[in-house]
């Protein structure tokens, strides 16, 4: 009883979060568009051919795991329907229903996260935060990968920072499992892998300056080896039915090359055009196109790359823009996040969010800027805003205590 007493800041937030998204998904009707069609057809090439495809055969255009989950809930609910092929309108929506369950996984690793950063205060306040925060209780009616990356990334994060608290290799090894799940939903998260690594190397650095010893290599062979055991499946799958390895996926240029363009100055129609005239797959075209805006105009370039990218990825949420009361949340939360993720670097304790959620924001400058892929980031920083005050707080309280 103690211990569902200690836990009752979650249990309010999952409940409070379970009937907003209940009523969501209850009020909402199906309507896709752009990239949900894309991962509907996959989805559905896979539960009636057998095959991960978007064309009429396999191909490797994205990265497998949000379609076949999506195949999985389709196909589930095929099974408790008596195993009939449903209306196209009633199965996405069942599988809303679904992902609106999932997306509380990401609230409740929310609250871990913060109470691990911490306390279980932090941790409430960071869900609170989260709840407030609208497109957290709207992605799962969307059949958009951050159904899935979402819950997944939160995961990889909390297994590092318990890997990172706690010791021993099980939790590096599950961490990177986690993020070779993570990577299989949305491909640029794999560097993180170097993250990590360079942030075990620091700890293990500062600890023996202080003439401690804390295992470095292990940890980092395990967390490896995990995540390569992980993304094998998908390298093996790759080879066999196209004869070459492909690591990731094969879409990388189109969003390489509609983010080359400063300001969208250029509809990357035209662009795509020119890429089919001269025989180049966008992937290359997108790096020649690169390489001479820099080596031409090199300050325009250095700037689009370096900061003109920003507001379009985080200033306006990704949801929820027509509502000026969360636009000014958002807004708030994005200046006051941005603070505490550059600040928490330099803590032990948080940097391995605050690096994360940096890092996202930094791969996502190289690629086409949309509100979208800010929304991780900022998710993120809603755990690093009370931790931040946590911190402040504490140091404030020294301070008073050092001048009495």
């Known amino acids: 009883m103690e211990r569902v007493r200690s836990h009752w800041p979650l249990y309010s937030l999952l409940i409070v979060g379970l009937i907003f ?51 999985f809930l389709y196909k589930l609910s095929m099974l408790l329907h008596g195993g009939h092929l449903l209306a196209q309108t009633r199965l996405v929506h069942e599988a809303f229903l679904a992902q609106q369950v999932l997306s509380l996984v990401t609230l409740a690793l929310t609250y871990y996260i913060g109470a691990a950063l911490g306390n279980r205060y932090v941790g409430f306040a960071a869900g609170v935060l989260s709840l407030l925060y609208l497109p957290n209780s709207f992605i799962g009616m969307l059949l958009l990968t951050e159904a899935l990356f979402m819950p997944a990334l939160f995961a990889t994060v909390a297994a590092f920072i318990r890997a990172e608290q706690k010791g021993g290799v099980i939790w590096y090894a599950v961490t990177g499992a986690l993020l070779g799940i993570t990577t299989l939903v949305r491909p640029t998260v794999l560097p993180l892998w170097a993250v990590f690594l ?71 129609d035209k662009l795509i055009q020119a890429s089919r005239t001269l025989n180049e797959s966008q992937q290359t075209y997108a790096i020649h196109y690169i390489l001479y805006g820099f080596t031409h105009h090199f300050l325009y370039y250095a700037g689009w790359y370096l900061f003109g990218k920003l507001p379009y990825l985080l200033w306006q949420p990704y949801l929820y823009d027509f509502l000026p009361a969360f636009v000014l949340f958002h807004q708030v939360c994005v200046i006051v996040g941005a603070l505490a993720a550059l600040v928490l670097i330099v803590k032990p304790s948080a940097r391995g969010v605050a690096f994360t959620s940096l890092y996202l924001l930094v791969v996502q400058l190289g690629f086409l800027p949309l509100a979208r892929y800010g929304y991780p980031v900022v998710a993120l920083w809603l755990i690093l805003i009370p931790a931040a005050a946590y911190y402040a707080w504490n140091w404030l309280a020294k301070e008073r205590k050092t001048r009495q």
């Open 21 to 71: 998204r209940l009523y969501l998904w209850k009020r909402t009707g199906v309507y896709l568009y752009g990239d949900m069609l894309r991962y509907n057809a996959m989805a559905m090439h896979v539960v009636l051919s057998g095959y991960l495809g978007l064309g009429s055969g396999p191909s490797a255009f994205v990265t497998p795991l949000y379609p076949m989950f999506l195949a």
């Open 198 to 268: 360079f942030l075990m190397w620091w700890r293990w650095m500062s600890a023996r300056r202080r003439g401690a010893d804390l295992p470095f290599w292990k940890p980092a062979l395990w967390m490896t080896a995990a995540l390569v055991v992980v993304m094998l499946p998908w390298w093996v799958r790759n080879f066999i039915d196209f004869h070459k390895f492909i690591p990731l996926s094969t879409e990388a240029g189109n969003p390489l090359l509609a983010g080359a363009i400063p300001y969208f100055r250029v509809n990357v």
